[in-house]
């Protein structure tokens, strides 16, 4: 059991004990372990280390520290820089949840249900590894390679994730059939990136991995008129939400079926992007 | 050990008044016991094996590893059951340990005892059995044709009512297929409880329940013991909604104890207690309505099949209220209802807070609706049309004797002018905190159902109380075996004691099974009737002793005394006296309380199988985002027939906690069960309302009509607002959708799809 | 096997924990091993608040808390809430209120709001009702819970 007050003593403490297990809020993994599915013996506990619960903007670049919590990122200061994120976050569990869930905890855990992971997906986040060895750089697409599956190596944590700040108006919408505290059934965000003339779309809990609706997203991108303002018709939204339900992989589950979860998308796109566009159109 | 004791002494109102909770300070500040925080310095902790397959042959357990697992002081099979190795509440017809076969997932295969839960969890592991798995039965449509799931035989039981002439045919008929999907009543508080042997061979068990008694006397068999060697002392109950009226871990706890000599301790996990109670019994439901072109009744046709599971528990309770209140109330001069409930293999099905009548009430609510629109008539209006009145007969050939004001209920509460404005934050829309819906995606339904149910037991069950009362120095100390389980007797006991006996103090004494009868059960909204008699009656005989002794003593007449202030007082001056002081000697009365009897229903279903009814309206408005299927409900209106309010707070929180279960069944509540398997046994996946799902509940009107018989006119309050909360919601679904919707819960699926596309 | 003993301060008591297993959550620990069952236990999985407590006075579920990574934090259970001054407002609101049935809920609900008074004195019904939609009941429907709330705020809310 090492309480880490330091990222060395953490990453140290990991590569004494590679197969140790990692605790920052605990709200995923003390679900496992309380139904006796999961044994802990050597624990690594990142709660205490003063870099993880930091967050700091340099330039268009927002750095979180991998153990802010979700209640922090509902905060206004962060809700105003990366809006989809704060909203994302504020459907993660309950408020005592959000007290202790993290921002890394929720990549670590990697399940496609994951409410952070769509945003940090349209956001191109890149996240910072770190062992005794080295520190490494890995987009979150990537960090996770399947459901509940990442390349996280063993004696390794995340430390960070940076996001860029976006010019332009954002959406995270998600679907569940219980007004507060549920897991996900489909999820959606949806950023504007004025300078890039982008617009990203990234979908969650219909695909095991992080999904990102390129071919949407072009189409989009495409038919928007950055320079007037002036909203494409409603044919373009259409053809947009068909192309993002296209896009999803959904699986029949107790929580809902494929056949739902791909309507649920094409709905969110829908919705989502004549928001954004309401707001693009009102300089 | 833990305090059990819930005395508690109060100076607080009588009857008719805001009297609080004498465990209610207890339970704010987390000193109140339930019976997960029951300790004991010797304990051991026990644990249950579950069959992991929904219907299989055993053919072996083998214990050897488990029980050399360290820290395990007992293993225990079915060929360890000491006494009867079967138990149940009607019928004895569930294994307390499978020994051959195993008929539902999570049946109970064998128990251990450890001194630590990790060594419980490991033992438990460390069991093999070998299993041959089997087809399960899991369709309750064709059980009758299937492999008996268990000796008794695939039919629990069938009623087939027939009311009144058969060949009338009405000018209008419409008709329907409904079904309801199984509910939990997942109580917050997990199964859990103590034994603790003595040295005589007895046993003391500490256990949340329903029913001491029933408990007591299905332990003792089980045990082989005599009853009196069973004492059974109530543990805190973190609610109960009829999931605890059939026994759990009570014996599994008496035979570890026994085989130990330890004290034993067992808590349920939220995925065991899914597994380790009965739920409310899906139901499949067709039926056909006929009425005249005014609107009037004239007959209804139903088939009702119910999923009993894999045992019977209160089975044939809960299908006779099916059938004998599957029109509702109103009046219906012909009736043909067929209701039966079979075994599965599926999780066995028993008691939940409406019993039987929140199916129907669903199906024939939605017929009610229907039929109102084939009349081109207001579906209020067709309600109070038909509405069941005083000395009117039911589908039972019974007649109403008490008081019925169905009319006043529809009335009170279609009038209420609705309140809820349109949602301005988009957590107030539906989907809540995901922010799903704009204004533009919503549309707005509204809708009424009413429903009814019986009170107390029926079809000539022997339905008694028992409670004493004893009178020294002014304080009144109650005795009573009935379970509270949060509903709050134990309040209105106090209110009850104060009233009759015009006493300050009241002290209640621990629910036990030690020292007094059986109060009966916690259930069928029965309590304040029949436990509340029992005490009004018990104190009754204290007043009376008193006032005679003190007549006799004083030489004063006995009918000129009455009790006021503490005092008793002499209406014609010259004689008062403080009641602490009146009498030397203790007075003490003990009662034991009967409802009129009742009868079983004959080979037509006709009889007067009932006591007394309630009845209950609600009101539901929702918006629905149509689109993706999801529901707010925004607003439920109740007008509830109640006899009397005895107690208006605690009125209110059985109306408002009441609807909640009812708006979950409409909205989310379902046990996904496939192939016999639970598939959501957690509070992750099984979801129940949270603050934002649940809307705020608007009481129309309590209708105070006095019951004769029941104490102060007071009827049981505790069951009826589940029963139309549910109906009304859905119907307020489909007002916004325009669709059929004739499952709950309405999923989105439902909505979203109503060809059934996915 | 078990952990090397650790300290836990728990309304503001220093209690020593021996030979707790591994994984063992702060709830057992509150409960079985320190004699603190005010926290509930009711699913273990974080969805139901019954366990509701604070840690350096935020509101988490004391289930999904490994008890041996708490060391060092200040623990408030609900025990820790009334202490000698009697009940707090919101306890005595409850009470009044008529937000108690069975109880169970009823200890983690307290310490969410006395939480959320604390932030917010006068919190409007819908914050009310965010702010506790992490603890089920399944007793009361809400709606006395919700009038206790507006009666404690009344009464002056998260200060006591």
Redesign the interface.
């Given at each position: 059991?090492t309480?880490a007050t330091s990222l060395e003593d953490a990453c140290a403490a990991l590569a004494a004990e590679p197969n140790s297990v990692i605790?920052a809020?605990?709200?995923d993994?003390?679900?496992e372990?309380?139904?006796?599915s999961?044994?802990?013996?050597n624990?690594v506990?990142l709660?205490?280390i003063p870099e993880l619960a930091d967050w700091h903007l340099t330039g268009d670049e927002l750095r979180f520290g991998a153990g802010v919590t979700f209640?922090e990122i509902c905060e206004p200061e962060i809700a105003a820089l990366v809006p989809a994120l704060a909203?994302a976050a504020?459907?993660v569990?309950?408020?005592?949840?959000r007290?202790?869930a993290t921002l890394g905890g929720n990549i670590a855990t990697a399940s496609p249900a994951g409410d952070s992971i769509p945003v940090l997906a349209a956001l191109d986040a890149v996240l910072e590894l770190r062992s005794t060895e080295a520190i490494r750089e890995v987009p979150v697409t990537e960090f996770i390679t399947g459901v509940k599956a990442t390349c996280l190596m063993p004696g390794e944590l995340i430390e960070a994730v940076r996001v860029p700040v976006l010019d332009g108006p954002q959406?995270?919408?998600?679907?569940?059939?219980?007004?507060?505290?549920?897991?996900?059934?489909a999820?959606l965000a949806l950023l504007v990136d004025r300078s890039a003339r982008r617009i990203r779309v990234a979908l969650g809990s219909v695909s095991p991995i992080p999904l990102r609706a390129s071919e949407a997203e072009d189409h989009a991108s495409g038919h928007l008129d950055w320079d007037s303002g002036v909203q494409p018709g409603p044919e373009v939204v259409r053809e947009f939400a068909e192309l993002v339900a296209g896009s999803a992989n959904p699986i029949d589950d107790?929580?809902?079926?494929?056949?739902?979860r791909r309507?649920?998308v094409r709905?969110?796109a829908e919705?989502s992007l004549t928001?954004v566009l309401n707001r693009v159109s009102s300089p | 050990m833990t305090d059990l004791a819930t005395s508690e002494r109060t100076v607080a109102p009588r009857i008719g008044e805001n009297a609080p909770r004498p465990d209610g300070v207890p339970k704010v500040v987390g000193a109140f016991a339930f019976s997960s925080d029951l300790h004991h310095d010797r304990m051991l902790w026990g644990g249950t094996l579950r069959s992991t397959h929904s219907s299989a042959r055993i053919r072996s357990v083998d214990v050897s590893t488990a029980v050399a697992v360290t820290g395990v002081h007992a293993v225990l099979v079915s060929d360890d059951v000491p006494g009867q190795k079967v138990f149940g509440l009607e019928y004895r017809d569930q294994p307390v340990l499978a020994g051959d076969v195993v008929r539902y997932e999570g049946e109970p295969v064998a128990i251990v005892a450890a001194d630590h839960p990790e060594a419980v969890r490991m033992a438990l592991e460390a069991i093999v059995v070998d299993y041959e798995v089997l087809v399960p039965v899991v369709d309750p449509m064709t059980v009758e044709e299937a492999e008996p799931v268990h000796p008794d035989g695939n039919l629990v039981r069938r009623i087939h009512l027939r009311h009144g002439n058969q060949d009338v045919v009405g000018d209008v008929q419409v008709e329907g297929t409904y079904e309801v999907a199984m509910q939990d009543q997942a109580f917050l508080g997990p199964e859990s409880g103590m034994a603790v042997p003595a040295d005589d061979g007895s046993i003391d068990l500490y256990v949340a329940t329903q029913w001491l008694h029933s408990d007591r006397d299905q332990v003792a068999d089980c045990m082989g013991l005599d009853p009196e060697k069973v004492r059974l002392t109530l543990a805190g109950v973190g609610g109960a909604f009829g999931a605890r009226e059939d026994l759990s871990l009570h014996v599994h706890l008496c035979m570890l104890a026994r085989h130990t000599g330890r004290p034993v301790k067992m808590v349920y996990s939220r995925e065991e207690s899914f597994h380790g109670h009965v739920h409310r019994h899906p139901a499949q439901m067709w039926y056909r309505h006929h009425a005249d072109r005014d609107g009037t009744l004239v007959r209804v046709e139903a088939h009702l099949i119910l999923d009993g599971g894999a045992y019977a528990s209160s089975s044939s309770a809960v299908i006779a209220n099916a059938t004998c209140f599957a029109a509702g109330p109103y009046r219906v001069p012909s009736a043909e209802i067929d209701g039966a409930v079979v075994r599965t293999n599926n999780p066995p099905c028993g008691a939940m807070r409406g019993f039987g009548a929140v199916q129907v009430c669903f199906a024939h609510e939605a017929q009610m609706d229907r039929l109102a629109g084939a009349l081109g008539m207001d579906p209020v209006a067709l309600r109070l049309q038909n509405a069941l009145v005083p000395g009117d007969e039911l589908l039972t050939g019974q007649t109403i004797k008490g008081t019925a004001p169905v009319a006043e209920v529809i009335r009170t509460c279609a009038d209420h002018p609705p309140g809820a404005s349109m949602a301005v934050d988009p957590l107030e829309l539906p989907g809540g905190a995901g922010r799903t819906a704009d204004p533009e995606h919503v549309v707005r339904g509204e809708a009424f159902a009413l429903g009814f149910k019986n009170l107390l037991f029926s079809e000539g069950f022997d339905d008694f109380s028992e409670a004493s009362c004893r009178l020294a120095g002014g304080v009144a100390t109650i005795t009573s075996a009935c379970a509270e389980v949060g509903q709050g007797f134990v309040t209105l006991a106090q209110q009850i004691a104060r009233e009759v006996l015009g006493v300050d103090e009241v002290v209640l004494l621990p629910a036990s099974t030690a020292g007094i009868g059986s109060a009966g059960s916690t259930s069928a909204s029965r309590q304040t009737w029949m436990s509340g008699g029992a005490i009004q009656e018990a104190c009754g005989q204290v007043r009376a002793q008193l006032l005679e002794h003190l007549a006799a003593e004083h030489g004063v007449d006995a009918d000129d005394l009455v009790i006021a202030d503490g005092r008793v007082v002499s209406m014609a001056g010259g004689f008062e006296v403080d009641l602490a002081k009146a009498t030397t000697e203790p007075i003490e009365a003990s009662v034991v309380f009967r409802h009129v009897p009742t009868l079983p229903l004959d080979e037509n279903g006709q009889g007067n199988a009932h006591v007394s009814f309630a009845f209950s309206a609600h009101r539901a408005i929702v918006d629905v985002d149509v689109e993706l299927g999801l529901v707010k409900v925004v607003e439920l209106t109740t007008s509830q027939d109640v006899g009397r309010v005895l107690n208006p707070l605690q009125t209110v929180g059985q109306l408002e906690g009441g609807a909640a279960q009812g708006v979950g069944l409409a909205v989310m509540e379902e046990v996904l069960v496939q192939e016999g398997r639970i598939r959501n046994p957690s509070f992750t996946d099984y979801l129940v309302p949270t603050a934002l799902d649940m809307p705020p509940v608007e009481i129309a009107a309590l209708i105070e009509q006095a019951e004769p018989g029941a104490p102060f006119g007071a009827k049981g309050i505790g069951e009826a607002p589940s029963i139309s909360s549910t109906a009304a919601v859905a119907a307020a679904i489909r007002n916004a959708t325009g669709l059929d919707l004739p499952r709950v819960p309405v999923r989105p699926t439902d909505i979203v799809f109503p060809g059934g596309t996915a | 096997m078990s952990t090397d003993p650790f300290i836990l301060e728990v309304n503001g008591q220093s209690h020593e924990v021996a030979d707790a297993h591994p994984g063992e959550s702060l709830l057992r620990v509150l409960r079985e091993r320190l004699r603190l069952p005010g926290s509930k236990n009711a699913c273990e999985e974080g969805e139901c608040g019954s366990c509701t407590v604070l840690l350096d006075g935020q509101t988490v579920c004391s289930c999904l808390v490994l008890a041996s990574t708490a060391v060092g934090r200040q623990i408030t259970t609900i025990e820790g809430l009334s202490g000698d001054g009697g009940l707090s407002h919101v306890q005595q609101a409850f009470v009044d209120a008529g937000a108690v049935q069975c109880g169970f809920c009823t200890p983690g609900l307290i310490v969410s709001i006395g939480s959320l008074l604390e932030s917010d004195p006068d919190p409007s019904e819908l914050a009310v009702r965010e702010a506790i939609s992490g603890n089920l009941c399944r007793c009361t429907g809400y709606g006395r819970v919700v009038e206790a709330v507006h009666l404690a705020a009344t009464r002056g809310g998260g200060s006591k």
């Amino acid at each position: 059991m090492t309480i880490a007050t330091s990222l060395e003593d953490a990453c140290a403490a990991l590569a004494a004990e590679p197969n140790s297990v990692i605790v920052a809020g605990g709200t995923d993994l003390m679900v496992e372990v309380n139904r006796g599915s999961r044994c802990v013996e050597n624990v690594v506990a990142l709660d205490r280390i003063p870099e993880l619960a930091d967050w700091h903007l340099t330039g268009d670049e927002l750095r979180f520290g991998a153990g802010v919590t979700f209640a922090e990122i509902c905060e206004p200061e962060i809700a105003a820089l990366v809006p989809a994120l704060a909203q994302a976050a504020r459907t993660v569990g309950s408020p005592q949840i959000r007290n202790a869930a993290t921002l890394g905890g929720n990549i670590a855990t990697a399940s496609p249900a994951g409410d952070s992971i769509p945003v940090l997906a349209a956001l191109d986040a890149v996240l910072e590894l770190r062992s005794t060895e080295a520190i490494r750089e890995v987009p979150v697409t990537e960090f996770i390679t399947g459901v509940k599956a990442t390349c996280l190596m063993p004696g390794e944590l995340i430390e960070a994730v940076r996001v860029p700040v976006l010019d332009g108006p954002q959406e995270f919408c998600k679907v569940g059939t219980r007004n507060a505290m549920v897991i996900s059934v489909a999820s959606l965000a949806l950023l504007v990136d004025r300078s890039a003339r982008r617009i990203r779309v990234a979908l969650g809990s219909v695909s095991p991995i992080p999904l990102r609706a390129s071919e949407a997203e072009d189409h989009a991108s495409g038919h928007l008129d950055w320079d007037s303002g002036v909203q494409p018709g409603p044919e373009v939204v259409r053809e947009f939400a068909e192309l993002v339900a296209g896009s999803a992989n959904p699986i029949d589950d107790h929580r809902g079926s494929a056949a739902y979860r791909r309507h649920a998308v094409r709905v969110l796109a829908e919705r989502s992007l004549t928001r954004v566009l309401n707001r693009v159109s009102s300089p | 050990m833990t305090d059990l004791a819930t005395s508690e002494r109060t100076v607080a109102p009588r009857i008719g008044e805001n009297a609080p909770r004498p465990d209610g300070v207890p339970k704010v500040v987390g000193a109140f016991a339930f019976s997960s925080d029951l300790h004991h310095d010797r304990m051991l902790w026990g644990g249950t094996l579950r069959s992991t397959h929904s219907s299989a042959r055993i053919r072996s357990v083998d214990v050897s590893t488990a029980v050399a697992v360290t820290g395990v002081h007992a293993v225990l099979v079915s060929d360890d059951v000491p006494g009867q190795k079967v138990f149940g509440l009607e019928y004895r017809d569930q294994p307390v340990l499978a020994g051959d076969v195993v008929r539902y997932e999570g049946e109970p295969v064998a128990i251990v005892a450890a001194d630590h839960p990790e060594a419980v969890r490991m033992a438990l592991e460390a069991i093999v059995v070998d299993y041959e798995v089997l087809v399960p039965v899991v369709d309750p449509m064709t059980v009758e044709e299937a492999e008996p799931v268990h000796p008794d035989g695939n039919l629990v039981r069938r009623i087939h009512l027939r009311h009144g002439n058969q060949d009338v045919v009405g000018d209008v008929q419409v008709e329907g297929t409904y079904e309801v999907a199984m509910q939990d009543q997942a109580f917050l508080g997990p199964e859990s409880g103590m034994a603790v042997p003595a040295d005589d061979g007895s046993i003391d068990l500490y256990v949340a329940t329903q029913w001491l008694h029933s408990d007591r006397d299905q332990v003792a068999d089980c045990m082989g013991l005599d009853p009196e060697k069973v004492r059974l002392t109530l543990a805190g109950v973190g609610g109960a909604f009829g999931a605890r009226e059939d026994l759990s871990l009570h014996v599994h706890l008496c035979m570890l104890a026994r085989h130990t000599g330890r004290p034993v301790k067992m808590v349920y996990s939220r995925e065991e207690s899914f597994h380790g109670h009965v739920h409310r019994h899906p139901a499949q439901m067709w039926y056909r309505h006929h009425a005249d072109r005014d609107g009037t009744l004239v007959r209804v046709e139903a088939h009702l099949i119910l999923d009993g599971g894999a045992y019977a528990s209160s089975s044939s309770a809960v299908i006779a209220n099916a059938t004998c209140f599957a029109a509702g109330p109103y009046r219906v001069p012909s009736a043909e209802i067929d209701g039966a409930v079979v075994r599965t293999n599926n999780p066995p099905c028993g008691a939940m807070r409406g019993f039987g009548a929140v199916q129907v009430c669903f199906a024939h609510e939605a017929q009610m609706d229907r039929l109102a629109g084939a009349l081109g008539m207001d579906p209020v209006a067709l309600r109070l049309q038909n509405a069941l009145v005083p000395g009117d007969e039911l589908l039972t050939g019974q007649t109403i004797k008490g008081t019925a004001p169905v009319a006043e209920v529809i009335r009170t509460c279609a009038d209420h002018p609705p309140g809820a404005s349109m949602a301005v934050d988009p957590l107030e829309l539906p989907g809540g905190a995901g922010r799903t819906a704009d204004p533009e995606h919503v549309v707005r339904g509204e809708a009424f159902a009413l429903g009814f149910k019986n009170l107390l037991f029926s079809e000539g069950f022997d339905d008694f109380s028992e409670a004493s009362c004893r009178l020294a120095g002014g304080v009144a100390t109650i005795t009573s075996a009935c379970a509270e389980v949060g509903q709050g007797f134990v309040t209105l006991a106090q209110q009850i004691a104060r009233e009759v006996l015009g006493v300050d103090e009241v002290v209640l004494l621990p629910a036990s099974t030690a020292g007094i009868g059986s109060a009966g059960s916690t259930s069928a909204s029965r309590q304040t009737w029949m436990s509340g008699g029992a005490i009004q009656e018990a104190c009754g005989q204290v007043r009376a002793q008193l006032l005679e002794h003190l007549a006799a003593e004083h030489g004063v007449d006995a009918d000129d005394l009455v009790i006021a202030d503490g005092r008793v007082v002499s209406m014609a001056g010259g004689f008062e006296v403080d009641l602490a002081k009146a009498t030397t000697e203790p007075i003490e009365a003990s009662v034991v309380f009967r409802h009129v009897p009742t009868l079983p229903l004959d080979e037509n279903g006709q009889g007067n199988a009932h006591v007394s009814f309630a009845f209950s309206a609600h009101r539901a408005i929702v918006d629905v985002d149509v689109e993706l299927g999801l529901v707010k409900v925004v607003e439920l209106t109740t007008s509830q027939d109640v006899g009397r309010v005895l107690n208006p707070l605690q009125t209110v929180g059985q109306l408002e906690g009441g609807a909640a279960q009812g708006v979950g069944l409409a909205v989310m509540e379902e046990v996904l069960v496939q192939e016999g398997r639970i598939r959501n046994p957690s509070f992750t996946d099984y979801l129940v309302p949270t603050a934002l799902d649940m809307p705020p509940v608007e009481i129309a009107a309590l209708i105070e009509q006095a019951e004769p018989g029941a104490p102060f006119g007071a009827k049981g309050i505790g069951e009826a607002p589940s029963i139309s909360s549910t109906a009304a919601v859905a119907a307020a679904i489909r007002n916004a959708t325009g669709l059929d919707l004739p499952r709950v819960p309405v999923r989105p699926t439902d909505i979203v799809f109503p060809g059934g596309t996915a | 096997m078990s952990t090397d003993p650790f300290i836990l301060e728990v309304n503001g008591q220093s209690h020593e924990v021996a030979d707790a297993h591994p994984g063992e959550s702060l709830l057992r620990v509150l409960r079985e091993r320190l004699r603190l069952p005010g926290s509930k236990n009711a699913c273990e999985e974080g969805e139901c608040g019954s366990c509701t407590v604070l840690l350096d006075g935020q509101t988490v579920c004391s289930c999904l808390v490994l008890a041996s990574t708490a060391v060092g934090r200040q623990i408030t259970t609900i025990e820790g809430l009334s202490g000698d001054g009697g009940l707090s407002h919101v306890q005595q609101a409850f009470v009044d209120a008529g937000a108690v049935q069975c109880g169970f809920c009823t200890p983690g609900l307290i310490v969410s709001i006395g939480s959320l008074l604390e932030s917010d004195p006068d919190p409007s019904e819908l914050a009310v009702r965010e702010a506790i939609s992490g603890n089920l009941c399944r007793c009361t429907g809400y709606g006395r819970v919700v009038e206790a709330v507006h009666l404690a705020a009344t009464r002056g809310g998260g200060s006591k």
